[in-house]
């Protein structure tokens, strides 16, 4: 898969989701396999999911890094997934997710948009 094909995925799950109301995607090509992208997406219910992504494609797909931050409306984080390297302690380490605050670290499997996209569906009671 090339890099344009991987864009062009997420751009069809923002547009196919029933919870997104808008988004706008900032994507930079890093060479043919490799890029990275940012998004902020406006919810049906006011909240919003801004992300970011840096993957390669060379050989399936590779989150070199991500992160999914979920808040509401007046920007209260509900939730983050990401793999920024500090929080050594965790066993899914650099893989958590923060609950409700940035010091409720829990352990969390890499989620992928799609993943994300069901989790926050299903809170708002769509899923």
Do not use: C
């Amino acid at each position: 898969m090339w890099i344009r094909r991987y864009f062009d995925l997420i751009e069809s799950q923002l547009d196919n989701s029933p919870i997104v109301r808008q988004w706008t995607m900032d994507p930079e090509r890093r060479g043919r396999m490799q890029g990275y992208l940012r998004a902020d997406v406006l919810l049906t219910n006011g909240s919003r999911l801004h992300f970011r992504e840096y993957v390669d494609v060379a050989q399936g797909t590779q989150r070199i890094t991500y992160a999914y931050q979920y808040m509401t409306h007046d920007r209260r984080l509900i939730f983050r997934y990401d793999n920024t390297e500090h929080h050594p302690q965790i066993v899914t380490y650099p893989h958590h997710k923060h609950e409700g605050s940035e010091e409720n670290v829990v352990p969390a499997a890499p989620p992928t948009l799609a993943d994300v996209l069901v989790e926050i569906g299903q809170g708002m009671g769509a899923g």
